[in-house]
C-alpha cells in the first residue's frame, strides 16, 4: 500500500507562483514513477507532469511546459510540482499519483493522494 498526501495549494493571484508538494509513505521503489494530474470544474481529469522517482525522467504537458517543473526527493518521499506564471486556467483541484511508469494516463497510476485545491485570481 501507497499513501500519498499533497499539500501546498491554495489561493494565488495570476502571475504568481505556487509550490505543490506531494509526500509518499508505503511501498515506495525508486524504479516507480510518479504523476501530477488536474481536474477543474466540468472537465476532465488532465496530466500535469510526471518524473521518476530517481528524478532521471521528467514528462510535462505541452500546456504547462516552461511554467510548471517537477522534481522528486527520494529521499524525503517527496515529489513537487512548481508552477509559474500562473493563470485562471490553472486553478483545478491537483492530484499526485504512483505507477509503475512514467505516463501521461491516469490509468497507469495505482494510487492516488486526495488532492488539494488551487485557485487563481484575477
Known amino acids: 500500500q501507497v499513501q500519498l498526501v499533497e499539500s501546498g495549494g491554495g489561493l494565488v493571484q495570476a502571475g504568481g507562483s505556487l509550490r505543490l508538494s506531494c509526500a509518499a509513505s508505503?511501498?515506495?521503489?525508486?524504479?516507480?514513477?510518479m504523476g501530477w494530474f488536474r481536474q477543474a470544474p466540468g472537465k476532465e481529469r488532465a496530466f500535469v507532469a510526471g518524473?521518476?522517482?530517481?528524478?532521471?525522467?521528467?514528462y510535462v504537458a505541452d500546456s504547462v511546459k516552461g511554467r510548471f517543473a517537477i522534481s522528486s526527493d527520494f529521499a524525503k518521499n517527496t515529489v513537487y510540482l512548481q508552477m509559474n506564471r500562473l493563470t485562471l486556467e490553472d486553478s483545478a483541484v491537483y492530484y499526485c499519483?504512483?505507477?509503475?511508469?512514467?505516463?501521461?494516463?491516469?490509468?497507469?497510476?495505482?494510487?492516488w493522494g486526495q488532492g488539494t485545491q488551487v485557485t487563481v485570481s484575477s
Open positions: 499519483a504512483q505507477g509503475k511508469r512514467l505516463s501521461a494516463f491516469g490509468s497507469e497510476y495505482d494510487y
Open positions: 508505503g511501498h515506495i521503489f525508486s524504479w516507480y514513477a
Open positions: 518524473i521518476s522517482w530517481s528524478g532521471l525522467n521528467t
